[in-house]
């Protein structure tokens, strides 16, 4: 099990950015893949971003462009980094990692977009 914690969320006004972190408490070096999942209030969660132990990358077709993640194994940290944020991007975010077919989650990070 890997606990994972989130920070980096605050109040943001629309078209500003901000960087979310998320620390794993052990070496993510041989986690393969691990990512951002965001839920709106009354909405299901989805899914933000993902990343592979190789860089590969994969975003939700809405947020492409706009949003980057990205690992630093030697800081056992996923990054990511949003840009010209929107109303609509208002949400907790929940990091996330699969190992071995567990998958581990963090507490969440509110982000609230709004002038």
């Known amino acids: 099990q890997v606990q994972l914690v989130e920070s980096g969320g605050g109040l943001v006004q629309p078209g500003g950015s901000l960087r979310l972190s998320c620390a794993a408490s052990?070496?993510?070096?041989?986690?393969?893949?691990m990512g951002w999942y965001r839920q709106a209030p009354g909405k299901e969660r989805e899914l933000v971003a993902t990343?592979?132990?190789?860089?590969?990358?994969n975003y939700a077709d809405s947020l492409k462009g706009r949003f980057t993640i990205s690992r630093d194994n030697a800081k056992n940290t996923v990054y990511l980094q949003m840009n010209s944020l929107k109303p609509e991007d208002t949400a907790v975010y929940y990091c996330?990692?699969?190992?071995?077919?567990?998958?581990?989650w963090g507490q969440g990070t509110q982000v609230t977009v709004s002038s």
């Open positions: 996330w990692c699969t190992v071995y077919g567990q998958d581990d």
């Open positions: 052990r070496s993510i070096f041989n986690i393969n893949v």
């Open positions: 990343i592979s132990n190789d860089g590969r990358t």
